[in-house]
């Protein structure tokens, strides 16, 4: 049996979820039962369909819950962080543990709210023990990752974390030397900062983090974007 390079596997995976993008996008209303009008899926709802109970990798074998994404579908600004840990498995939803109350405050103070913008991780089933996630589990979600970043389409990607920010601009580059300026990804800009979980054990590093949403802040008042706060 010839093996299947997992390269070309996920490039079939990214191909098939532009195709059912581009297919959802050009139809009409569906037809519900009774011939009534159904509403038509979003780009969201169709790449959450296509995700399925997803078994593309081991960390199906221990998760709870498929951490999906939450926010605006449309929002001009996403966060990205590294994976969902044990209250975000429980829960199914990113960033709902104490990180997720830090980075909460984060957006506020910035003028925006959990609701206005989106945020999800790298990959959505919980790395056992909190590790990071490892290459292939990584793979595994990207085709998803880049179809959630291409239906939303956001000006600015906030990268929480190493991890995050090594998945979207391809480096292992510590987070360091990443942050504190922009970062293009296909006319994408992305500013890796620390990540909540980690400014929880170095409190200290807040004001670095602070000083990069700042940047962030003044780059979408430059592009036009009103926070929900003006």
């Known amino acids: 049996m010839t093996a299947v390079d997992p390269v070309d596997e996920l490039h079939e995976l990214t191909r098939a979820l532009r195709r059912n993008l581009a297919r959802h996008a050009g139809r009409g209303a569906w037809a519900a039962p009774g011939g009534r009008p159904a509403k038509q899926p979003t780009k969201l709802e169709v790449i ?15 998760r709870k819950s498929i951490v999906f994404g939450v926010g605006d579908p449309d929002a001009p600004l996403m966060f990205v962080g590294e994976g969902p840990g044990e209250q975000e498995d ?8 104490p990180a997720g109350e830090l980075l909460d405050k984060m957006i506020e103070a910035m003028g925006w709210t959990r609701e206005s913008v989106y945020i999800n991780n790298i990959v959505m089933c919980r790395p056992p023990g909190n590790r990071n996630p490892q290459p292939d589990e990584v793979g595994a ?43 293009d990804r296909n006319g994408v800009k992305v500013m890796p900062t620390f990540h909540p979980a980690y400014l929880l054990r170095e409190p200290d590093k807040k004001r670095d983090t602070w000083a990069d949403l700042k940047l962030v802040m003044a780059e979408l008042e430059r592009l036009g974007i009103q926070s929900p706060r003006g």
Request: aromatic share 4%; net charge positive; proline share 8%.
């Open 90 to 97: 429980k829960r199914g939803e990113p960033f709902v543990g």
């Open 141 to 183: 979600c990207t085709p998803f990752l880049e179809a959630r970043i291409g239906a939303i389409a956001p000006r600015i990607i906030v990268a929480l974390g190493r991890p995050a920010a090594n998945t979207l601009l391809g480096t292992d580059a510590p987070i360091s030397v990443l942050r504190g300026k922009f970062h």
């Open 48 to 62: 959450r369909a296509e995700l399925g109970e997803c078994t593309r990798c081991k960390l199906h074998e221990t």
